[in-house]
C-alpha cells in the first residue's frame, strides 16, 4: 500500500527544481529615458484623445436614438 504523502514531502522533492529569479534591465543613459518617456506620454495622449471621441460618438449615438423614440412614439 502507497503512503499518503504529506505536504513536506512534496515540497522536499520540488525544493531543488524551483529556483529565484533575477531580473536584470538594461542599462539607459538619461537621454534614452527621456526619449522613452516622451513616447509613452504621447501614446497616453493618443489614447486620452480616442477615448473621448469614443465617449462623445456613443452619447451623441443613445441622445439621437432616445429623440427619435420620443419623437416617433410621443407625437
Do not use: G
Not at 506620454?41 to 420620443?70: E, G, M, P, W
Amino acid at each position: 500500500m502507497k503512503k499518503r504523502r504529506t505536504f513536506k514531502d512534496i515540497r522536499a522533492e520540488y525544493e531543488d527544481l524551483t529556483s529565484k529569479t533575477e531580473l536584470k534591465f538594461k542599462e539607459l543613459t538619461p537621454f534614452q529615458q527621456q526619449v522613452i518617456k516622451d513616447r509613452i506620454r504621447n501614446q497616453a495622449k493618443i489614447d486620452n484623445l480616442y477615448n473621448l471621441r469614443v465617449t462623445v460618438i456613443s452619447i451623441l449615438t443613445i441622445l439621437s436614438i432616445i429623440v427619435f423614440l420620443y419623437v416617433r412614439f410621443m407625437i
